[in-house]
């Protein structure tokens, strides 16, 4: 279960256990930041968010920064097992390949907008989100990249070029996907991608 789905604002007071406060602090955390961007987001509004005093905010996340990080890190830990999941739930190439793209799909159209805060920051200068942002992506990559390092004889330094391109192309188009209001249903749009690249990476000859 995401932050966001644990959110549920509680009168100011309600004691909970410290993990479900840190969740719901999160899931307020995840709604501002969403809507207003980091920089224009406060540690007020998220306190107010999350119907809890500001010493309460503070004493689960030290500043804006680091509640930020936290946030991140859960989303990003999120896609990444997404993709791990769908490359493991078949041994059929091509519906592994369908998976992994339709696993972002599944991740920018989730309630609450967390993608926007893995793929649309407007903190990236900070260097600790920067990384974080590169190194999710290279996770992803790495996941694909070991199938087909695996399934073919290329070397892994051609194989990791092909992941990158699989998973730029299914996280860029689903992006667009999402923002032009999803006029083309999920099953068509991400089945539509998977054969694009399906048709791409089954031209290498498979390894045996």
């Not at 992006?175 to 068509?188: I, M």
Request: with cysteine.
């Amino acid at each position: 279960m995401t932050a966001t789905e644990q959110t549920e604002a509680r009168p100011r007071g309600t004691r909970l256990p410290r993990r479900a406060r840190r969740n719901q602090l999160l899931g307020a955390a995840q709604e501002v930041f969403v809507a207003q961007g980091y920089h224009a987001a406060a540690m007020d509004d998220i306190a107010e968010r999350a119907g809890v005093s500001k010493p309460v905010l503070y004493q689960h996340f030290p500043g804006k920064q680091e509640l930020y990080l936290a946030l991140l890190d859960q989303h990003c830990e999120a896609l990444v097992a997404a993709v791990r999941q769908a490359l493991a739930s078949t041994n059929d190439n091509k519906l592994r390949v369908a998976a992994a793209v339709d696993a972002y799909f599944a991740f920018v159209e989730h309630e609450g907008g967390a993608f926007r805060l893995v793929f649309e920051s407007d903190l990236t200068n900070e260097p600790s989100v920067r990384e974080r942002v590169d190194q999710v992506s290279l996770d992803c990559a790495e996941l694909v990249c070991v199938v087909i390092a695996e399934d073919t004889d290329l070397p892994h330094e051609q194989a990791m070029l092909l992941a990158v391109s699989l998973c730029g192309m299914a996280q860029v188009t689903a992006r667009h996907w999402l923002s032009t209001g999803q006029k083309v249903p999920r099953e068509v749009a991400h089945g539509l991608i998977a054969s694009l690249a399906w048709r791409g990476i089954a031209g290498f000859p498979i390894q045996h």
